[in-house]
């Protein structure tokens, strides 16, 4: 397969090769990630292509959401140049709405009335933009958590 896909021009490709890896979060001990085969793929490849490239390949991480720092670090480590984390990030923008909500609740019950006055405005509380601030603001703090995970701060220059 690889022989195949190099030959497309520039030979540029990436692989999004199964090493355990599942779309979705799912309760610890289900998924068992075994980054092992991506290093050991490299390690094959190398050999039969025998041009002194110990990495040929890009692999592609797909369904890395709820992965340990450790395996993503190993995969990377062994050519993985794209992760997905979608579902992470759906959570955090929901995660954030929800707290949103629950720190506001008792302002966004009524248009007006609140704990601070029965004629107290709420319209800055049910505004759906806070809500969605909030959200946005906690899935760019997850993001920042996966640039780390990813070793990918500060490494185009400026």
């Given at each position: ?11 540029k490709?990436?692989?999004a ?27 094959y ?15 592609v ?9 450790e ?7 062994a050519?993985t ?8 990030t ?13 720190a ?8 007006i ?12 509380y ?9 959200g946005e603001?906690?899935?760019a ?10 070793n ?7």
């Amino acid at each position: 397969m690889y022989k195949a896909l190099s030959a497309v021009p520039n030979g540029k490709f990436t692989v999004a090769a199964a090493f355990g890896n599942v779309h979705g979060v799912y309760a610890p001990g289900n998924v068992k990630l075994t980054p092992l085969i991506l290093h050991n793929t490299q390690k094959y490849i190398s050999e039969k292509l025998a041009d002194g490239d110990e990495k040929p390949c890009y692999f592609v991480f797909h369904g890395g959401s709820g992965s340990s720092r450790e395996d993503i670090r190993y995969a990377i480590e062994a050519g993985t140049i794209k992760m997905n984390i979608d579902t992470d990030t759906q959570w955090s923008f929901w995660n954030g709405i929800r707290e949103y909500e629950a720190a506001n609740h008792d302002y966004l019950q009524a248009q007006i009335g609140n704990p601070e006055g029965e004629t107290k405005p709420n319209k800055k509380y049910y505004d759906p933009r806070m809500a969605l601030r909030s959200g946005e603001e906690s899935m760019a703090k997850r993001l920042g958590e996966a640039m780390e995970d990813l070793n990918c701060i500060s490494v185009l220059g400026n």
